[in-house]
Every structure is written in structure tokens, then in C-alpha cells.
């Protein structure tokens, strides 16, 4: 029976059911006693496999289908109504012809299943910021992440219907159909506020709240509506004095984004008082505030991390978070104490266990036992650090916005952007070279604007401009940084030990944000001196430090190259001032 008298979203659920066809329908509450129910049932169909209750109370694991573990972004399409509306960078297919076409493959996929349908918010519900969605699925796996990674229920209706415009709600639907690989297709229709996903049952493809509706969706309404949506984690930093200042970072995949966010100081800094508290490990929603600065709220409830390397060393908040009420999908199954294990979590991998796939495993055969791609899904209110301003509906005001890739020699460890249209121009150039583990092709760059390559859901060079558009906006702005954790010597070995000590700078990020540290001008923004980043308790010589902050002129010409040819793709949709950034930093360079 349906939970609200919203005529849009009743008829909308109708409609999706006469071409789905269920054997019936379920309405999300929010309630435990309803996600209890539904785990007996998961339990029951072997979908999800109950943890030891003591060592890890409240979990389960998952196994997805073996040709369904990761984004598709192949198969991820922006269906705007014209096609140079999705841009040079994103799948465009028709809406009419994206729609007729999943319309055949929806067409009684959910015959003999239940259809759940799950209100949820993106951002606390009750604040101005919230954007409202509803989910349609045929999995309760979906359900129960869905529940751990935003808020759902009853809850979310209430505001829904009461907000201005009760209809304006996003629609998604979602279906596990026969995992069917060819036909597998995750569509957005951002003018329909509609998002179609089909054939796969993994994360980022079938939990519409987070990259489809919170990245994708949200950035093309940010735009009409004059704020971002940012693939960034966001972090603050408390000092001695107990001031918290915040920034919020952008880093491709693999490149550590929940470490960061979830960062342990090292000692010399914990005893004199520093923190860092985690707001958000994935996507920050941006808005200028009513006293000029540019607030950010994480839209999300969980955490979706990546488990292998997850250890008691580079992450133990994030190891913690996961340890009671928490979901685990591909990894190994520890069949002699009922718990998990992955590659990286510690050195002692079980004997008797199962892999993945959920074969017996010989951890000595020199097989991975978790996929490289397997998730932790928990609570954000589980992590140790998680900022007391987590629930605040304004969010945090930002003092720095930070990009960062993987760059074995090019980008020094830290620079800052000269202003905010030299910030765009940073963050459009951000690039990430791929590693042996994930290609076999060292080095390829890909670039990667702002992070948001796969994220963004409408042309990259209006994008651009919105970025330059919202510094106008923001009477007193973020400052804008780049970072590399990366660099690497003559023999490929990094040179930055990172993890924590990747607090050292963040205080130089935050205090050059506030005028309180200095720095120097090179062709490409402004470097510390080596001896304005702290070494205290380090073992890492200055040399080594001048190393990392040298900009090579040879290489950055190269660099201005690749980019030249990156930014032809996006004709004259490119924003003049980029190009003007660009001929300045050859110009610096010559
Ligand atoms: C990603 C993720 O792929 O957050 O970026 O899962
Ligand atoms: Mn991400």
C-alpha cells in the first residue's frame, strides 16, 4: 500500500509497475523492523550471508554476479534532448530512442519479484538543500544500501510533501533484470529529472542516490540553479586552538579519497592538538552563503569505500566504521570465525576461506582472494572522526578547495592556484596516470577535469563555465590548490611517505588559505619553500622535499601540449579565460 497521497509520485509508481510488472509492491518506511524483515529475507535466498555477531555485529556479505563489479561507464549514457547539450566527454543516445529501447528490456522484468520502493533524500531531509528521489528496485541488496547510504522512509515523504513543488522529485528506476551484460544500460534524462538502470546490480549502478542523482543529476541542476556538485571528499581541520577550518579535495578513483578524508595525524601533531574530522569521503554538494562564502554539505549517509588496502594503518577510521551494521560485497569470506578479510587488510590471509566468487580460496596459489573493487558500505555516524557538523543542513564553509591526481613527475607535491579563474584552470587540467595494477599501461594519462570525467552530467565545457560563473558568485572564495601524493624517483619508488602525513600539507593548504604561511611564485602558481612545509618528527630530508616541489619546465611544456589538444574537444563550448590560462602558463614556461 502506498505510504503517500503525492499523486505524482502514486501515478509515476503505477506506471513503472504496469510496464515492470511485480508480483507486488513494497513501500520503504525507514523503519528497523522493516529492514529486519528484509534481511531475513535476503538471508533466506542466499542473497546476503549473516557475520559473526560478536566480531562484527550487524554485518553481512554479498556476492554481486561475476560480470557485474564495477561502473560501466561504457554502458552510462546522458540522454538530453540534444546531443551537444551532453558534450564531447559522455554517451549520448536520443531520449525517445534511450526510452523505447529500455522500455523492451523493463517490459515484465520484474515478474515473480517484488518491486521496493524507496523515498530517500539526498542531504538531510529537512534542509533547504535536500533533493528528493525516489528508487524503484527488485533488490532488497539495493534496499538495504540504499538504507545505510541515505536517508529513507516515511521521513523523506513528509518533506517531500511539504515542500514548494511535491512533484519535483527524482525518478529512478532500477532493475537487476538477468544481469545481462549486453544489455545493461545506466541512463540519465536530466531534463526529466529520470534516471533508467537496467541489468546490474553494483553500487554506483544501481544505488541511484550517489553518483547517478547526487553527481550526475545534481550537477545539471546545480548549474540551472547556481550551485556544484562536486566529486570531492570534504575535511576539517581543527588546530590547537580549536578552530576548524574546512577545504574540500577532488581525486580521481584510486587515488585515496576516503584515506584523506579520514586522516590521522601524525604525532607531533596530535599532541599539540590538531584533528581532522570527516564530513564526507565522496561528493560535496557547493552553495554560496548568505555571508559571502561557499558552503558545503555531503549529500550522502555512508560510506561506499573501497576495502582492499583498508587497513589499521592507512585507514583505521574507515576500518572501524565498517565493524558493526555494515554490508560487504566481494570479499573473502573467513570461513573459520565467519568474518571478511581483503588483500592489504592485514598479513595473515585465512586458510579456510572463501574467495570472491565464492569458490574455495588457496590464499598460497597466488590469487586474489577480494576483487579489486570490493566495498565496505557504513554508516557515516560510525566513523570515529565524522565531523559534528555531518547532520548541520548548511554544511561547512570552505577556506580551500583542493584538486589532486596521480603524477609520477610532473606535478609538484603542493601548488596554489594564483585566483579563482587560474583554480578552474587547474582543476580542468587534472589528469591521473594509471598504474601497472590497474592496466598493464604505467604512465597513460587520462584527464580527468575536476574528477567528474564519468560524473558530469552535461557538456564538460559548460561546466567549465559554470565553475568561472560561480566565482563571480562567491564575494569571498575558497582558495584553490593542487596536491600530488605520487611523485616517484629515478626508480619509480615514491617519494612522499602520504597517509598521514599528508596532514603536514594540509596545514600549509589551510594556513596559506588564511594569509598565515608563505610562498613562492613559479610558472605554474605558487610552491612553499621547502622549509614552509613542517618536517617535525619526520624522516624526510630537505632535499628531498626541494625534490618534490620542483616544476620541470621541459616537462610542463609537454604538459601544455597535452593540454592544448585535451581542450580542442570542446570547440567553442571552451570558455575563453581557459585558453587565456593556458597561454599564460606557456608563456611562464618559455
Ligand atoms: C568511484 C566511487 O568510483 O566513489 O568514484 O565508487
Ligand atoms: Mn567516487
Given at each position: 500500500?502506498?505510504?503517500?497521497?503525492?499523486?505524482?509520485?502514486?501515478?509515476?509508481?503505477?506506471?513503472?509497475?504496469?510496464?515492470?510488472?511485480?508480483?507486488?509492491?513494497?513501500?520503504?518506511?525507514?523503519?528497523?523492523?522493516?529492514?529486519?524483515?528484509?534481511?531475513?529475507?535476503?538471508?533466506?535466498?542466499?542473497?546476503?550471508?549473516?557475520?559473526?555477531?560478536?566480531?562484527?555485529?550487524?554485518?553481512?556479505?554479498?556476492?554481486?554476479?561475476?560480470?557485474?563489479?564495477?561502473?560501466?561507464?561504457?554502458?552510462?549514457?546522458?540522454?538530453?534532448?540534444?546531443?551537444?547539450?551532453?558534450?564531447?566527454?559522455?554517451?549520448?543516445?536520443?531520449?525517445?530512442?534511450?526510452?523505447?529501447?529500455?522500455?523492451?528490456?523493463?517490459?515484465?522484468?520484474?515478474?515473480?519479484?517484488?518491486?521496493?520502493?524507496?523515498?530517500?533524500?539526498?542531504?538531510?531531509?529537512?534542509?533547504p538543500f535536500a533533493k528528493f528521489g525516489v528508487e524503484l528496485t527488485d533488490s532488497i541488496y539495493v534496499v538495504?544500501?540504499?538504507?545505510?547510504?541515505?536517508?529513507?522512509?516515511?521521513?523523506?515523504?513528509?518533506?517531500?510533501?511539504?515542500?514548494?513543488?511535491?512533484?519535483?522529485?527524482?525518478?529512478?528506476?532500477?532493475?537487476?533484470?538477468?544481469?545481462?551484460?549486453?544489455?545493461?544500460?545506466?541512463?540519465?534524462?536530466?531534463?526529466?529529472?529520470?534516471?533508467?538502470?537496467?541489468?546490474?546490480?553494483?553500487?554506483?549502478?544501481?544505488?541511484?542516490?550517489?553518483?547517478?542523482?547526487?553527481?550526475?543529476?545534481?550537477?545539471?541542476?546545480?548549474?540551472?540553479?547556481?550551485?556544484?556538485?562536486?566529486?570531492?571528499?570534504?575535511?576539517?581541520?581543527?588546530?590547537?586552538?580549536?578552530?576548524?577550518?574546512?577545504?574540500?579535495?577532488?581525486?580521481?578513483?584510486?587515488?585515496?579519497?576516503?584515506?584523506?578524508?579520514?586522516?590521522?595525524?601524525?604525532?607531533?601533531?596530535?599532541?599539540?592538538?590538531?584533528?581532522?574530522?570527516?564530513?564526507?569521503?565522496d561528493i560535496a554538494w557547493l552553495r554560496v552563503g548568505s555571508d559571502g562564502r561557499l558552503w558545503a554539505v555531503?549529500?550522502?549517509?555512508?560510506?561506499?569505500?573501497?576495502?582492499?588496502?583498508?587497513?589499521?594503518?592507512?585507514?583505521?577510521?574507515?576500518?572501524?566504521?565498517?565493524?558493526?551494521?555494515?554490508?560487504?560485497?566481494?570479499?573473502?569470506?573467513?570461513?573459520?570465525?565467519?568474518?571478511?578479510?581483503?588483500?592489504?587488510?592485514?598479513?595473515?590471509?585465512p586458510k579456510n576461506a572463501l574467495n570472491w566468487k565464492g569458490e574455495k580460496w588457496d590464499c598460497t596459489d597466488?590469487?586474489?582472494?577480494?576483487?579489486?573493487?570490493?566495498?565496505?558500505?557504513?554508516?557515516?555516524?560510525?566513523?570515529?572522526?565524522?565531523?559534528?557538523?555531518?547532520?548541520?543542513?548548511?554544511?561547512?564553509?570552505?577556506?580551500?578547495?583542493?584538486?589532486?591526481?596521480?603524477?609520477?613527475?610532473?606535478?609538484?607535491?603542493?601548488?596554489?592556484?594564483?585566483?579563482?579563474?587560474?583554480?578552474?584552470?587547474?582543476?580542468?587540467?587534472?589528469?591521473?596516470?594509471?598504474?601497472?595494477?590497474?592496466?598493464?599501461?604505467?604512465?597513460?594519462?587520462?584527464?580527468?577535469?575536476?574528477?567528474?570525467?564519468?560524473?558530469?552530467?552535461?557538456?564538460?565545457?559548460?561546466?567549465?563555465?559554470?565553475?568561472?560563473?560561480?566565482?563571480?558568485?562567491?564575494?569571498?572564495?575558497?582558495?584553490?590548490?593542487?596536491?600530488?601524493?605520487?611523485?616517484?624517483?629515478?626508480?619509480?619508488?615514491?617519494?612522499?611517505?602520504?597517509?598521514?602525513?599528508?596532514?603536514?600539507?594540509?596545514?600549509?593548504?589551510?594556513?596559506?588559505?588564511?594569509?598565515?604561511?608563505?610562498?613562492?611564485?613559479?610558472?605554474?602558481?605558487?610552491?612553499?619553500?621547502?622549509?614552509?612545509?613542517?618536517?617535525?618528527?619526520?624522516?624526510?630530508?630537505?632535499?628531498?622535499?626541494?625534490?618534490?616541489?620542483?616544476?620541470?619546465?621541459?616537462?610542463?611544456?609537454?604538459?601544455?601540449?597535452?593540454?592544448?589538444?585535451?581542450?580542442?574537444?570542446?570547440?567553442?563550448?571552451?570558455?575563453?579565460?581557459?585558453?587565456?590560462?593556458?597561454?599564460?602558463?606557456?608563456?611562464?614556461?618559455?
Amino acid at each position: 500500500m502506498s505510504l503517500t497521497k503525492n499523486k505524482a509520485v502514486n501515478e509515476w509508481v503505477n506506471e513503472m509497475a504496469a510496464m515492470t510488472k511485480p508480483d507486488g509492491i513494497v513501500w520503504i518506511d525507514g523503519s528497523e523492523a522493516q529492514l529486519g524483515a528484509l534481511r531475513k529475507e535476503s538471508l533466506a535466498t542466499g542473497e546476503i550471508t549473516a557475520l559473526d555477531p560478536e566480531k562484527l555485529p550487524g554485518c553481512f556479505l554479498h556476492r554481486s554476479a561475476v560480470n557485474d563489479v564495477a561502473r560501466v561507464e561504457h554502458k552510462t549514457f546522458i540522454c538530453s534532448r540534444r546531443e551537444e547539450d551532453a558534450g564531447p566527454t559522455n554517451n549520448w543516445t536520443a531520449p525517445d530512442e534511450m526510452y523505447a529501447k529500455l522500455r523492451k528490456l523493463y517490459g515484465g522484468c520484474m515478474k515473480g519479484r517484488t518491486m521496493y520502493v524507496i523515498p530517500f533524500s539526498m542531504a538531510v531531509p529537512e534542509s533547504p538543500f535536500a533533493k528528493f528521489g525516489v528508487e524503484l528496485t527488485d533488490s532488497i541488496y539495493v534496499v538495504l544500501n540504499m538504507a545505510i547510504m541515505t536517508r529513507t522512509g516515511i521521513r523523506v515523504l513528509k518533506c517531500l510533501d511539504s515542500s514548494a513543488s511535491p512533484s519535483d522529485f527524482t525518478r529512478g528506476l532500477h532493475s537487476k533484470a538477468g544481469i545481462d551484460e549486453e544489455n545493461r544500460y545506466i541512463a540519465h534524462f536530466p531534463e526529466d529529472n529520470t534516471i533508467w538502470s537496467i541489468n546490474s546490480g553494483y553500487g554506483g549502478n544501481a544505488l541511484l542516490g550517489k553518483k547517478c542523482l547526487a553527481l550526475r543529476i545534481a550537477s545539471y541542476i546545480g548549474r540551472k540553479e547556481g550551485w556544484m556538485a562536486e566529486h570531492m571528499l570534504i575535511l576539517g581541520i581543527e588546530n590547537p586552538n580549536g578552530e576548524i577550518r574546512y577545504l574540500a579535495a577532488a581525486f580521481p578513483s584510486a587515488c585515496g579519497k576516503t584515506n584523506l578524508a579520514m586522516l590521522i595525524p601524525p604525532e607531533a601533531y596530535r599532541k599539540k592538538g590538531y584533528k581532522i574530522w570527516c564530513v564526507g569521503d565522496d561528493i560535496a554538494w557547493l552553495r554560496v552563503g548568505s555571508d559571502g562564502r561557499l558552503w558545503a554539505v555531503n549529500p550522502e549517509a555512508g560510506f561506499f569505500g573501497v576495502a582492499p588496502g583498508t587497513n589499521m594503518k592507512s585507514n583505521p577510521n574507515a576500518l572501524l566504521s565498517c565493524r558493526k551494521n555494515s554490508i560487504f560485497t566481494n570479499v573473502v569470506h573467513n570461513l573459520d570465525d565467519n568474518t571478511v578479510w581483503w588483500e592489504g587488510l592485514d598479513k595473515t590471509p585465512p586458510k579456510n576461506a572463501l574467495n570472491w566468487k565464492g569458490e574455495k580460496w588457496d590464499c598460497t596459489d597466488g590469487s586474489k582472494g577480494a576483487h579489486p573493487n570490493s566495498r565496505f558500505t557504513a554508516p557515516a555516524s560510525q566513523c570515529p572522526c565524522i565531523s559534528g557538523e555531518f547532520e548541520t543542513p548548511q554544511g561547512v564553509p570552505l577556506s580551500a578547495l583542493v584538486f589532486g591526481g596521480r603524477r609520477a613527475r610532473t606535478a609538484p607535491l603542493v601548488y596554489q592556484s594564483r585566483d579563482w579563474d587560474h583554480g578552474v584552470f587547474v582543476g580542468s587540467i587534472m589528469a591521473s596516470e594509471t598504474t601497472a595494477a590497474a592496466s598493464g599501461a604505467v604512465g597513460v594519462v587520462r584527464r580527468d577535469p575536476m574528477a567528474m570525467l564519468p560524473f558530469c552530467g552535461y557538456h564538460m565545457g559548460d561546466y567549465f563555465a559554470h565553475w568561472l560563473d560561480m566565482g563571480k558568485r562567491i564575494p569571498n572564495p575558497p582558495k584553490i590548490f593542487n596536491v600530488n601524493w605520487f611523485r616517484t624517483d629515478g626508480k619509480g619508488n615514491f617519494i612522499w611517505p602520504g597517509y598521514g602525513e599528508n596532514m603536514r600539507v594540509l596545514e600549509w593548504i589551510i594556513k596559506r588559505a588564511f594569509g598565515e604561511a608563505g610562498a613562492v611564485e613559479s610558472p605554474i602558481g605558487r610552491l612553499p619553500e621547502p622549509g614552509d612545509i613542517n618536517r617535525e618528527g619526520l624522516d624526510l630530508p630537505l632535499q628531498t622535499l626541494k625534490e618534490l616541489l620542483t616544476v620541470d619546465r621541459d616537462l610542463w611544456r609537454e604538459e601544455a601540449k597535452e593540454i592544448r589538444a585535451f581542450y580542442s574537444k570542446f570547440g567553442d563550448k571552451l570558455p575563453s579565460k581557459l585558453n587565456d590560462e593556458l597561454a599564460r602558463l606557456e608563456k611562464n614556461l618559455a
